[in-house]
């Protein structure tokens, strides 16, 4: 919108261009519906899920992770995985499976020790 002028330069009204943006907006809608969707299913899978960022840090934490290893998606967000939750013995193999995952290189059945918030490790299957 922009301020219309007459002659003398004294504002006379407002003019504005409109555009229909009905399609775009359902489409939005399609897009958050999926996306919900998604995250529902990540958080109650029946397996273990969780994601790092670029700098190996929790982004991502479901209900099952919670459930087997003691800590809250709230206690884990943020915190360094590898340097944090993994035993020392393991910590070079999982850092190098992580970051050939970052450079999508993809490794499938890579075994590990997680652990909980009680100091047990619990094995865990990555694909």
Same mark, same amino acid.
């Given at each position: 919108a ?15 261009v409109?555009q229909?943006?009905?399609e775009?907006?359902?489409?939005e ?5 999926? @996306?919900?969707?998604l ?6 899978? #029946?397996?273990?899920?969780? *994601?790092?960022? =670029?700098?190996? %840090? ?14 809250s ?5 943020g915190?360094d995985l590898?340097?944090?939750?993994i035993? @020392? ?9 992580? #970051?050939n995952?970052?450079? *999508?290189?993809? =490794?499938a059945? %890579?075994?590990?020790p ?14």
């Open positions: 922009t301020t219309r002028r007459d002659a003398y330069g004294n504002v006379s009204g407002v003019v504005g409109g229909d943006i009905t775009r907006k359902v489409a809608k399609q897009s958050e519906t999926i @996306a919900n969707d995250t529902k299913l990540i958080d109650t899978a #029946n397996a273990p899920i969780f *994601g790092i960022d =670029t700098n190996g %840090f929790v982004n991502e934490w479901n209900q099952k992770a919670a459930e087997i290893t003691g800590f998606k709230e206690e884990v967000m915190r590898v340097q944090e939750f035993s @020392a013995e393991f910590r070079i193999s999982v850092q190098v499976v992580l #970051n995952a970052l450079q *999508g290189h993809n =490794t059945n %890579f075994e590990f997680l652990y909980t918030k009680d100091g047990r490790p619990v094995e865990v299957l990555l694909n």
